[in-house]
């Protein structure tokens, strides 16, 4: 197949593009800047602009991109770059979709979508739940609205917390917990839909590569854990203790609104799509899946 990847340079879409690749797909990569290799070709989504020509061909679209969550406290102007650097970029995208016929849009969302759930397990038909990140993830995903009205065969991997060796959650937490400081947050009951950097592409491979599967997809481990699990499994992988706990109070007091929905809310996300399709995991607990990030 001829796969167009948008966010190709961050963790997941570098380690997708690897991934497709071995599996000898082509893949052209989207950048905003002027393209500097073969695979590259330009776009400017705040334009509504791609070079001429990149969609020509292609079997499936990828859209992986967006600003941090994470890494800055929510004000209006970080929620507002949240919000445009996801929808806007993603219209783009489903109307090139449309407008080229592309058979297949593969749309980044988040397990955001479903809000705070307790211990409750959802799937892909469980309503949107409340909070920012869920508001985020609705628009997120009705952005993809013209490819899908086109009759392209749109799907919204909503996406867990991603065990990567290269980064993000792991790049936070592993330092900390090596140092002795890992701790529980809150009551440490809150679920954590976790789900390792080769299941996350290779599940993104798998719903390009089967036509039979639409909507949104929960790209998740089978088995999610809450946090006091997950506390204990980390601690674990890379032997040491870990007996603190931050208190509730402590993180939405220093961190607010963003302290809360990242922290303290979660969701015990299962991937029913997947496992209904046949979807072979490579790594089916959070301790295998932290194993092979943390002895990479």
């Given at each position: 197949?001829?796969?167009?990847?948008?966010?190709?340079?961050?963790?997941?879409?570098?380690?997708?593009?690897?991934?497709?690749?071995?599996?000898?797909?082509?893949?052209?990569?989207?950048?905003?800047?002027?393209?500097?290799?073969?695979?590259?070709?330009?776009?400017?989504?705040?334009?509504?602009?791609?070079?001429?020509?990149?969609?020509?061909?292609?079997?499936?679209?990828?859209?992986?991109?967006?600003?941090?969550?994470?890494?800055?406290?929510?004000?209006?102007?970080?929620?507002?770059?949240?919000?445009?650097?996801?929808?806007?970029?993603?219209?783009?995208?489903?109307?090139?979709?449309?407008?080229?016929?592309?058979?297949?849009?593969?749309?980044?969302?988040?397990?955001?979508?479903?809000?705070?759930?307790?211990?409750?397990?959802?799937?892909?038909?469980?309503?949107?739940?409340?909070?920012?990140?869920?508001?985020?993830?609705?628009?997120?995903?009705?952005?993809?609205?013209?490819?899908?009205?086109?009759?392209?065969?749109?799907?919204?991997?909503?996406?867990?917390?991603?065990?990567?060796?290269?980064?993000?959650?792991?790049?936070?937490?592993?330092?900390?917990?090596?140092?002795?400081?890992?701790?529980?947050?809150?009551?440490?009951?809150?679920?954590?839909?976790?789900?390792?950097?080769?299941?996350?592409?290779?599940?993104?491979?798998?719903?390009?590569?089967?036509?039979?599967?639409?909507?949104?997809?929960?790209?998740?481990?089978?088995?999610?854990?809450?946090?006091?699990?997950?506390?204990?499994?980390?601690?674990?992988?890379?032997?040491?203790?870990?007996?603190?706990?931050?208190?509730?109070?402590?993180?939405?007091?220093?961190?607010?609104?963003?302290?809360?929905?990242?922290?303290?809310?979660?969701?015990?996300?299962?991937?029913?799509?997947?496992?209904?399709?046949?979807?072979?995991?490579?790594?089916?607990?959070?301790?295998?899946?932290?194993?092979?990030?943390?002895d990479r």
């Amino acid at each position: 197949m001829r796969v167009v990847v948008a966010g190709s340079s961050g963790l997941l879409g570098t380690a997708l593009v690897a991934h497709l690749r071995e599996a000898e797909h082509e893949v052209l990569r989207l950048v905003r800047r002027p393209p500097a290799a073969p695979d590259e070709r330009g776009w400017d989504p705040p334009a509504g602009r791609v070079d001429e020509g990149t969609f020509d061909g292609v079997d499936a679209v990828v859209g992986l991109g967006g600003v941090g969550i994470g890494d800055r406290p929510w004000s209006g102007a970080r929620r507002q770059a949240i919000r445009d650097s996801r929808n806007g970029p993603t219209e783009v995208l489903a109307t090139a979709a449309a407008e080229h016929g592309v058979a297949t849009l593969l749309s980044a969302s988040a397990v955001g979508f479903y809000g705070n759930t307790g211990g409750e397990a959802v799937d892909e038909s469980t309503p949107s739940g409340g909070g920012f990140l869920a508001e985020v993830c609705r628009d997120w995903e009705a952005s993809t609205a013209k490819a899908r009205d086109a009759g392209v065969r749109v799907v919204t991997s909503r996406t867990g917390l991603v065990l990567s060796p290269a980064g993000g959650l792991l790049g936070r937490l592993r330092p900390l917990f090596k140092s002795f400081a890992g701790a529980r947050l809150g009551s440490g009951q809150q679920y954590m839909p976790w789900v390792s950097l080769d299941d996350a592409v290779g599940a993104m491979r798998f719903l390009i590569e089967h036509p039979e599967i639409s909507g949104p997809v929960n790209v998740t481990g089978p088995t999610p854990v809450t946090n006091a699990e997950f506390t204990k499994a980390l601690a674990a992988a890379v032997r040491r203790p870990a007996v603190l706990a931050v208190p509730e109070f402590a993180i939405t007091t220093a961190l607010g609104a963003m302290g809360e929905e990242m922290l303290l809310y979660g969701q015990r996300a299962v991937p029913a799509k997947l496992l209904a399709a046949g979807y072979q995991y490579r790594h089916n607990t959070v301790a295998e899946a932290l194993s092979a990030a943390i002895d990479r």
